[in-house]
């Protein structure tokens, strides 16, 4: 799943070399914290969101698989 964000952020952004993805577990499930260059944040995000909830939406959408619930936060 980690890896799965990192490439869908790395092509997206135009520093692929500063992308990086932290994975922590806590009480609710699995958090991956994106973070990226401070240029490429609002590509990261996109107009209103939308990059960042289909970005949301696929990981979710590949965890139902393993059964834990997933969330992914974008770090400034």
């Known amino acids: 799943m980690k890896?799965?964000?990192t490439v869908i952020a790395k092509?997206?952004?135009d520093h692929p070399e500063d992308v990086h993805?932290?994975?922590?577990e806590d009480k609710r499930?699995?958090?991956?914290?994106l973070s990226v260059?401070?240029?490429?944040i609002g590509k990261?995000?996109?107009k209103q969101g939308r990059?960042?909830?289909a970005l949301r939406t696929v990981v979710?959408?590949?965890s139902v698989k393993e059964n834990k619930r997933v969330s992914v936060e974008i770090m400034s």
């Open 21 to 24: 993805v932290n994975e922590v």
């Open 44 to 46: 990261v995000i996109g």
């Open 11 to 13: 092509a997206l952004v």
């Open 51 to 53: 990059i960042a909830k």
């Open 37 to 40: 260059h401070p240029s490429d």
């Open 3 to 5: 890896d799965l964000v």
């Open 60 to 62: 979710t959408s590949a």
């Open 29 to 33: 499930g699995v958090v991956y914290e």
